[in-house]
């Protein structure tokens, strides 16, 4: 109980509300008047509500809780309850939203509403997902699929959204469906960027004989920290320190300008990092720098 209660649950509940919101209100105001079409269950319930008249917030429920209870083991408590909530949150805000006398005019464009539809519904389920909470079933389906049939929970996904997105041609034309295609990248990219943080920055690793000097530059011109990795040549067989650190985007250009003075022929490997949190990233920024600037010092 105090678990539940703590104030991480609450903001974890909260964000799921608040993303499923967003996700049924493009749901209801992009998706159906535009006659985009959804991949997972989603896009199931639109199937149905275009062939048979049947309430999205209605489907929500009946093809989501089966699939919650028979794969109930195969979810941890947190991600049980997480799931739960999400799957009646978007029911809600499903039946919600249609109440709502609201009626948005985009002239008829479809590659506007793709864009735009796929920015906001990314950013709402890209929430929900931030805290591990998901808005509906197929997630559970994979898992299944994977446990019993071996195939990978990303390739399931796959299949299950292209057969789901191949049946929705039963009430769109294909030109809707490559509106669609557009909506679905949109959609997967913010929330890719919704989960890995909203903050890019890079890696550099460094092998050089002359890391040790390179490294007290790197730190106070940077104002960087800088971690050394013990490693050997596979040919020979030296002991090596390769330097680790990691900077925004627009300070690799100046650390490769300082390794290149000292050592030009450093060997320098540059990789994305989705997410970067602690000092001098993310949520968490110190008051003052970490070194203190002292005259350059150059080779």
């Given at each position: 109980?105090?678990?539940i209660?703590s104030?991480?649950?609450?903001?974890?509940?909260t964000?799921?509300l608040?993303?499923?919101?967003?996700f049924?209100f493009t749901?209801i105001?992009?998706?159906?008047?535009?006659d985009l079409?959804e991949g997972?269950?989603?896009g199931?319930?639109?199937?149905a509500?275009s062939l048979?008249?049947?309430?999205?917030a209605?489907t929500?429920?009946?093809?989501?809780?089966p699939l919650i209870?028979?794969?109930?083991k195969?979810l941890g408590?947190?991600s049980?309850y997480?799931?739960i909530l999400?799957?009646?949150?978007?029911?809600?805000?499903?039946?919600?939203?249609?109440?709502?006398p609201?009626k948005?005019d985009?002239?008829?464009d479809l590659?506007?509403?793709?864009?735009l539809?796929g920015?906001?519904?990314?950013?709402?389920v890209?929430?929900v997902?931030?805290?591990?909470g998901?808005?509906?079933?197929?997630?559970i389906?994979?898992r299944?699929?994977?446990?019993?049939f071996?195939v990978?929970?990303?390739?399931?996904?796959?299949?299950?959204?292209?057969?789901v997105?191949t049946?929705?041609l039963?009430?769109?034309?294909?030109?809707q469906m490559?509106?669609?295609l557009?909506y679905?990248?949109?959609?997967?990219?913010?929330?890719?960027s919704?989960?890995?943080g909203?903050?890019?920055?890079?890696g550099?690793?460094?092998l050089?004989n002359?890391?040790?000097?390179i490294?007290?530059?790197?730190?106070t011109e940077l104002?960087r920290?800088?971690?050394y990795?013990?490693?050997?040549g596979a040919?020979?067989?030296?002991?090596?320190?390769?330097?680790?650190?990691?900077l925004t985007?627009q300070?690799?250009?100046?650390?490769?300008?300082?390794?290149?003075?000292?050592d030009p022929?450093a060997?320098i490997?540059i990789?994305?990092?989705?997410?970067?949190?602690?000092e001098g990233f993310g949520h968490?920024?110190?008051e003052?720098?970490?070194?203190?600037?002292t005259?350059k010092?150059r080779?």
């Amino acid at each position: 109980m105090k678990d539940i209660l703590s104030l991480k649950t609450i903001k974890d509940f909260t964000f799921i509300l608040l993303g499923t919101a967003i996700f049924g209100f493009t749901v209801i105001f992009f998706n159906i008047p535009n006659d985009l079409a959804e991949g997972g269950i989603t896009g199931i319930t639109l199937i149905a509500r275009s062939l048979f008249g049947i309430n999205p917030a209605i489907t929500t429920l009946l093809f989501n809780i089966p699939l919650i209870l028979i794969g109930r083991k195969h979810l941890g408590i947190r991600s049980f309850y997480y799931t739960i909530l999400g799957t009646f949150g978007l029911s809600f805000w499903l039946a919600f939203w249609q109440s709502v006398p609201i009626k948005i005019d985009l002239n008829h464009d479809l590659l506007i509403a793709s864009l735009l539809g796929g920015l906001i519904a990314g950013f709402g389920v890209g929430l929900v997902y931030k805290v591990g909470g998901t808005t509906g079933g197929s997630d559970i389906v994979a898992r299944i699929v994977e446990k019993y049939f071996g195939v990978s929970v990303g390739r399931s996904l796959f299949v299950f959204d292209v057969i789901v997105l191949t049946a929705s041609l039963t009430y769109i034309s294909l030109v809707q469906m490559m509106y669609t295609l557009i909506y679905a990248y949109v959609f997967s990219k913010v929330i890719d960027s919704i989960i890995d943080g909203g903050y890019s920055a890079k890696g550099i690793y460094v092998l050089s004989n002359r890391n040790t000097e390179i490294a007290p530059v790197l730190m106070t011109e940077l104002q960087r920290g800088v971690t050394y990795l013990d490693g050997e040549g596979a040919y020979s067989r030296q002991e090596k320190k390769m330097i680790f650190m990691v900077l925004t985007p627009q300070e690799v250009p100046e650390a490769k300008r300082i390794i290149h003075e000292f050592d030009p022929s450093a060997f320098i490997s540059i990789i994305n990092v989705h997410e970067a949190l602690g000092e001098g990233f993310g949520h968490f920024q110190p008051e003052k720098r970490l070194f203190k600037r002292t005259k350059k010092q150059r080779p």
